[in-house]
């Protein structure tokens, strides 16, 4: 009775837990597997470096938003390293579950250097006030430069993942959760019903005994 009755809390315990679990991460990535990280730098040059852009084996999409007209380029580690030197930037150095946020430090003590217009970059591109590149993993390892014209900043930037299976992991979590949960309750109400069994046919037994 009493190994049901401790079986039956920690399987509802348990289940609880990962119910909150799955259930925490299935409403911040969907059902798609959607994972997207921010990060307000308040830097004219910020760079994802590879081990935040290949990370993972999916296309990540990156979006920057400033005032003006933003760039974004794409190449190798050591030419982005070569070429920003100690020019002062913001790096993205990974990522924040919890807060689904994009960790930052801040690099170099010179002026920022303009990467825009320098045969170094594998492929580039402007937009006015936001721009957007999606990085496909085909070139890995590379770094993504993002730049503010003079005199701006970029504002926020966002990284966005999808991964299907996240979506289903979530959701299966959250499922036998709730399944657990279940049975542990059933276990509970089960021993409780069977105390109360026994303890009615003992207080028959008496009743006979002393009459």
């Known amino acids: 009775m009493l190994i049901q009755r401790v079986a039956?809390?920690?399987?509802?315990?348990?289940?609880?837990?990962?119910?909150?679990v799955g259930g925490w991460f299935l409403a911040n990535l969907g059902t798609s597997g959607t994972a997207t990280f921010t990060a307000d730098p308040g830097q004219r040059v910020v760079v994802l470096g590879p081990d935040v852009l290949?990370?993972?084996?999916?296309?990540?999409?990156?979006?920057?938003?400033?005032?003006?007209?933003?760039w974004a380029g794409t190449s190798r580690p050591s030419d982005v390293e070569a070429l920003l030197g100690d020019g002062a930037r913001v790096q993205v150095t990974g990522v924040e579950v919890g807060d689904w946020a994009l960790t930052t430090t801040a690099v170099g003590k010179g002026d920022a250097v303009s990467p825009r217009g320098l045969d170094i970059w594998q492929e580039a591109a402007n937009g006015s006030g936001e721009i957007k590149r999606t990085v496909d993993q085909a070139d890995a390892p590379q770094s993504l430069v993002v730049a503010a014209p003079a005199g701006a900043e970029v504002d926020r930037v966002t990284m966005t993942v999808e991964d299907g299976s996240w979506g289903t992991k979530a959701l299966t979590t959250l499922v036998v959760g709730v399944v657990l949960v279940i049975a542990g309750l059933a276990l509970l109400v089960r021993s409780g019903t069977l105390a109360a069994i026994r303890a009615r046919s003992a207080r028959t037994t008496r009743e006979e005994g002393s009459s």
């Open 8 to 20: 039956g809390v920690a399987l509802a315990l348990v289940g609880l837990v990962a119910a909150i």
């Open 54 to 70: 290949n990370r993972v084996d999916h296309p990540v999409t990156v979006t920057a938003t400033g005032k003006g007209e933003m």
